[in-house]
């Protein structure tokens, strides 16, 4: 299984980036995606997540600004970025909670390579 994310960049405050993430492999069912970011120094942190038939939870830092949406058909999971400010730059990471095909497979996190984002003042 791999998760294969896009759309990061360079960007000046207050603009907007839309990040792509696909997951494709054996996949049997996704039960959850969604994006986490770590800037330099620090922790990786949640931003937002999708469960599937779930609410979709955003980190406080995000909520207004932030757009997380799923395409099940894909397997995608997409982050609109809006009113963006320097202290977003990270590496922003997509996460996959599922399982692969199989009747007893377990359910796994996968995670993809990052994508930066980069937001100047």
């Known amino acids: 299984v791999q998760l294969v994310e896009s759309g990061g960049g360079l960007v000046q405050a207050g603009g907007s980036l839309r990040l792509s993430c696909v997951a494709s492999g054996s996949i049997g069912r996704i039960n959850a995606m969604g994006w986490y970011r770590q800037a330099p120094g620090k922790q990786r942190e949640l931003v937002a997540t999708?469960?599937?038939?779930?609410?979709?939870n955003y980190a406080d830092s995000v909520k207004g600004r932030f757009t997380v949406s799923r395409d099940n058909a894909k397997n995608a999971v997409y982050l609109q970025m809006n009113s963006l400010k320097p202290e977003d730059s990270a590496v922003y990471y997509c996460?996959?909670?599922?399982?692969?095909?199989?009747?007893?497979?377990?359910?796994?996190?996968?995670w993809g390579q990052g994508t930066q984002v980069t937001v100047s003042s």
């Open positions: 999708m469960p599937s038939g779930g609410n979709t």
């Open positions: 996460n996959a909670l599922l399982r692969k095909i199989g009747l007893y497979s377990p359910y796994e996190t996968y």
